[in-house]
């Protein structure tokens, strides 16, 4: 066991157990109406800012950031003001208090906090209170400025003649000033801004992010125009890492007096982050006298007794106690239970913090109540159930829609699509394969073998197979390619439908959204393509007909069937030791040669009992528990102990869905950053996002995003559900769609789609080229304006000249001896064997040889 005894620091709470007085600026804030207000926090005073100066931060100063919204409803400066009327049936504000303090902001930090507790005080409500450290923001608080956030330096000297130097950082960008002007600060994997009096340089560092240089690129054109403080337009200038020497004469000279490019130095890219690690909860109790481990601290705040690692579920934690999440990346959690005391709820957040200290993270560390978690705090938990009244309307609304649900009514009402996940009503068109195995086909036989009748909705637990399915929508024919996976099947199986999958989509242009379906775990639409009668028998194809060409169902079975709407209808064979053994479900399908009867438990409903008899389909015998017959027990024979009642499932109240950036560092290594409030404005053609709606993850592949990501957008998708905090099923449906064929089962997650909304779209290329046909920007190296460089030389790390000539024992790790020059920037390499890298690789070999012996580089 596991035990801390955390202390606290000058940064507690402090409003805990004792008498708050509320700050005079407090109390104009409105308790009950959705608002948005930032403070800027001192010794003496709280400053209420002015919208124009919301999302600039001086990392001298401490700030509060109070928002107050709507559950499922975009908070932030352009929040609508509306009353908020909590009337105990799941309508309540959601409000957040983020606690900001920058780098040297010193004690104002710990001031921030106990103000932020007076807010608290005034409410009279719960809010969830957040501790922000500069450049580590939340994604909630990053979320609320659209075009990012400026930390900037406090009394800057602006040394260097005026000269400012900034980074640009994340998908929602964070410019932060750095100073002084130094290569010290620049980074291979950075994008960097120099702002002079008569030029602004952009530097793009070599491994840098797409994104962040689309970001830098349109910083550079606003600073360029002056438009923050009035200044003549001026000049830009492009630097590409390690190219700096082929800027015009005039730009370089200029960047060799604030910089002296003979010195030039630049920090490598960053190592990969380490894969996200299973969160930890904690106890938190008053401390005893002795403890097993003690970290020294000025006084003793809690006694943290680590009580599980995940998965946690809500039902780890106790509505008498107080409760610390480590999440790691993700942040710390103190929650504090509904009849905790103050006694055990005072300082809950100060032990968050100590906590966070102890395990040195850096990142957000916040405290919620019970029954008013935020979504992140609820994400960490395994199949945490989500009150929010007004989404269970739309759930029980698109569940029972009794509509009409073809798609054009559904592209209409995207919503309904989303939320029943269905992008028509399953009248389209189908094909279907079965994968063959190995001993099956040949040379001349292929491996997929095309199914008859594939309405017949028959299926096998030990096959896999290939489903087309074609429908009409408003925008054209939009297709669906379907892998299905039965839950007996062998992996080699798995392994060659996933690449007969692949090769189809590649030979129908990558136009279909492909989705991977695994058995019993079969989306809703898939579902609703055979009308509510899909059963899966134990076996394969072949055992019936071994052509495989039909699909023949065996004459007896017995068949549990599930479901309330066709749309959720699945039946599996019951047999002992078979896939569905130990199974249970309200009602059964009993096939005995010619007859077929439906046997329905006391408990099941009526919904319940027609979906039995659709499944059943033939002439069949309705069979109610308790009265069944001679002929039925004798049909049924030895399974009659598989005929087991079960009551019918309560209804599914997943987490809202939630995007995420995904960063490829490294091949088959992926990295994902969360959305907060997300609108399909987040959905950049350069990205790769994950979309994730629960029972469904979805893959988004932007026009010009990564080709890593495209090619292995299923891994990308499985790395998710692994890294997920609250341990995902593996066997989570994975959809994968590109940038122009989204269904409106997708679309209908963001709110007021807009399928023309890229069409307007640049590229960093077509943004560089307009800034140069405004006559704005002026660069030497127009051949390295691109996003991601194809360029074989540019893709190495960067090491000075004199590390690569030294021992070769001395060399770092990742170089290659036998091809040093490959680790020299473009301007090393010029002037070290004046030529480019291009001409020296034309060079025969022996004559590469010669040169790379006489530079000392053999």
Known sequence: MHILEIGADQEDDGGHGRAVQVDAAFRTVPRDHTTFLVWRVTESATE????????TFYD??????????????????????????????????????????????????????RRGSQLVTHLGAPAVIHRETATKESPRLLSYF???????????????????????????????QLEPVSWAHLASDGVFVLDTASLVVLWLGRAANLIEKIFGA???????????????????????????????????????????????????????????????????????????VTIPSQRPAARLEEIKRAPLVREDLSDDGVYIVDAGTRGVWAWVGATAGSAASRGALAAARGLARARRHAGPVSAALAGREPLEFAALFHQWRWCDARRD???????????????????????????????????????????????????????????????????????????LYTYHAPTGDQTILYYWMGGSSPNDLRNLGAKEAKDLYLKLGRLPVQAWVYQGKEPAHFLQIFKGRMITYIGSATDYDPSGRRVVAPSRALIRVSGQYAREARGVEVGGGGAGGAARG?????????????WCAATATGDEREVAKNM?????????????????????GDRRELLVASPLKEMERPLPPRLFYVSTTVPGQYSFEEIVSFSQYDLAPELAAVLDAHGAVFAWLGTHCCPRAKDDARNLARAYLAQDPAWRDPETPIFVLSQGREPPNFTGFFPHWKHSMWKGHKTFNAIISALEGKAIVQGGNSALQSGNSANRFDQ?????????????????????????????????????????????????SWKQKDLKKAVGLF
């Open 48 to 55: 209420m800012l002015p919208r124009n100066h919301y999302g």
């Open 393 to 467: 309307v739309r759930l029980r609304a698109a569940r029972s829609a009794t509509t009409r649900l073809d798609a054009v009514s559904l592209a209409s009402n995207a919503w309904l699509a989303a939320e029943a996940q269905l992008p028509d009503d399953g009248s389209g068109a189908l094909r279907m394969w079965r994968v063959r195995r190995e001993e099956e086909s040949c040379a001349a036989v292929p491996p997929l073998q095309e199914l008859e009748r594939p309405q017949q909705a028959v299926f096998f637990d030990r096959d896999c197979y290939l489903a």
């Open 60 to 113: 001298g100063d401490a700030y509060l950031v109070y928002s107050s919204s709507l559950p499922g409803q975009p908070a932030g400066p352009d929040v609508i003001r509306r009353e908020i009327k909590e009337n105990g049936n799941g309508d309540c504000a959601e409000r957040h208090i983020h606690a900001w303090a920058g780098e040297r902001s010193g004690t104002l930090g710990a001031l921030a906090l």
């Open 586 to 598: 309200a009602c059964y399908v009993v096939r005995g040669g010619a007859r077929a009867w439906v």
């Open 146 to 176: 659209r075009d990012g956030i400026r930390i900037l330096r406090s009394g800057s000297c602006t040394l260097n003649g005026g000269a400012r130097l900034y980074r640009v950082k994340g998908r929602r960008p964070v410019l932060l």
């Open 218 to 292: 349109k910083i550079a054109y606003r600073m360029a125009r002056g438009a923050d403080k009035g200044m003549t337009a001026r000049r830009i200038t492009i630097a590409h890492d390690g190219y700096e020497q082929t800027l015009p004469p005039a730009d370089r000279s200029l960047l060799d007096a604030l910089l002296e490019l003979r010195a030039r130095s630049v920090r490598p890219a960053a190592p990969p982050s380490d894969p996200p690690r299973p969160a930890r909860l904690y106890k938190a109790t008053q401390p005893p006298r002795v403890s097993p």
């Open 796 to 844: 190495y790390e960067k090491y000075p000249l004199a590390i690569l000539r030294g021992p070769k024992e001395h060399l770092p790790t990742d170089i290659d001896p036998l091809t040093k020059e490959l680790y020299l920037t473009h301007d090393d390499f010029v002037s070290t064997f004046n030529m480019a890298y291009s001409e020296f690789r034309s060079l025969p």
């Open 616 to 636: 059943a389909a033939a002439e069949h015998t309705l069979v109610m528990q308790g009265k069944e017959k001679a002929d039925f027990w004798a049909a049924l």
